[in-house]
């Protein structure tokens, strides 16, 4: 069987780390023979050092818009420059602080502190350009929004572009990919059809929604409505999750 996970709020809770257990639980599911897919809004740059023992596993970044296999990066979707453009009006008419990667490099501005900001590229893998050196942009997100500024982005995003846009519960963020990307998709580029699947947020719902069997990690209670429609519902707490891995072997 495929086994796909989620990484922040579904295998680390921290930001930072995935525990040893959930390591221990995974190279055990990989060992009785299955396949282990890891999906994640970072791009393939910042997945890496959460799963430093995983590399040569399939990942799938940027929330579907970048995969890497046998260690080989290769995007799926780049903005259509067009709507970059409008990207880019947004952050200027806004003032808003954001994180553009292109396909290795990114551009960012933070000007508040952020939990987002430990997730940048934190093992200096990649160089930090200028807005307008990013010709080929993966994935936008704009940080540090309240609820309303979040609200009016996406709706401005929605009307004036075909760009696949997504608030995360609790974060202040829109994460931005071209038109129609997302986990599941990707997985369906991967011909990957039967498949145990792992999320925690609004990022996974599709992924899920085309599982054999879902698992929601409960990391966002305001979201539990979302987890109601899963198979199994987790506590996000390491032992907890690690057990459950271990319960498909």
Do not use: H
């Amino acid at each position: 069987m495929k086994y796909i996970f989620d990484v922040d709020g579904t295998l680390s809770f921290d930001g930072e780390t995935i525990a040893p257990v959930i390591n221990s639980a995974i190279d055990d599911l990989i060992a009785a023979g299955n396949e282990v897919i890891f999906a994640s809004a970072r791009p393939i740059r910042d997945l890496l050092p959460m799963i430093p023992t995983f590399t040569n596993q399939k990942l799938i970044g940027a929330n579907g818009a970048m995969i890497s296999i046998d260690q080989k990066v290769r995007v799926i979707s780049k903005i259509d420059l067009e709507y970059y453009d409008f990207l880019k009006e947004l952050i200027n008419e806004f003032q808003l602080d954001y994180i553009v990667d292109g396909s290795w490099n990114y551009s960012s501005r933070i000007t508040q502190e952020s939990f987002i900001e430990k997730m940048i590229d934190p093992k200096n893998l990649a160089k930090q350009v200028a807005l307008e050196e990013i010709v080929e942009p993966i994935k936008t997100i704009f940080v540090n929004l309240d609820d309303s500024l979040q609200g009016k982005l996406m709706t401005l995003i929605k009307e004036k572009t075909t760009l696949n846009a997504i608030g995360l519960a609790g974060e202040g963020t829109v994460d931005i990919t071209s038109q129609n990307i997302n986990k599941a998709y990707t997985l369906e580029y991967l011909q990957v059809d039967k498949f145990v699947a792992f999320g925690n947020d609004r990022n996974d719902l599709e992924m899920l929604s085309e599982a054999q069997q879902s698992i929601w990690i409960n990391s966002k209670p305001s979201l539990l409505n979302f987890g109601k429609k899963a198979d199994v519902i987790c506590e996000a707490n390491s032992e907890k999750v690690a057990q459950l891995i271990k319960s498909f072997i």
